[in-house]
């Protein structure tokens, strides 16, 4: 699982330290996963992992797209001394999640919301 540089094996001082029985290097490696539906099959990402992965690429998406674009000299100096309350981000982040446009509304409802049945959500969706 990666090469120790600590005198001991397994220190205890470490962020990620487990003792017992139930702990194994193949439950840290596959805890994510999940058993295929047919048997034989190899194991899969549980769906809400999948989900997050694509969210992140999403962000990672837009935070490149951001970098390449380039702002004038008046719109940089708006946006250097742009000050905003707490009241004006909770407004802000507010209405996007209830009032979104028409993109990200799109995106949201295809990609990112797990579908609705009798029981609950669909975890087989």
């Known amino acids: 699982m990666g090469t120790s540089h600590h005198p001991e094996d397994h220190p205890k001082d470490s962020a990620i330290f487990w003792r017992g029985s139930g702990i194994s290097e193949k439950r840290i490696m596959e ?10 099959d190899p194991k899969v990402n549980c769906l809400l992992i999948n989900k ?3 969210w992140v690429d999403y962000l990672k998406l837009c ?11 008046l719109k940089r100096k708006k946006l ?3 000050r905003f309350t707490q009241a ?3 407004a802000g982040i507010s209405s996007i999640i209830t009032k979104p446009n028409n993109e990200w509304l799109k995106l949201k409802r295809t990609k990112y919301i797990m579908k609705k ?3 609950g ?5």
């Open 117 to 119: 049945t009798f029981f």
């Open 63 to 73: 935070a490149n797209s951001t970098k390449r674009k380039e702002y004038s000299k």
């Open 80 to 82: 250097k001394n742009a």
């Open 52 to 54: 997050r992965e694509d």
């Open 31 to 40: 805890g994510a996963l999940k058993n295929a539906k047919k048997k034989g």
């Open 88 to 90: 004006q981000v909770t």
């Open 121 to 125: 959500l669909c975890t087989s969706c």
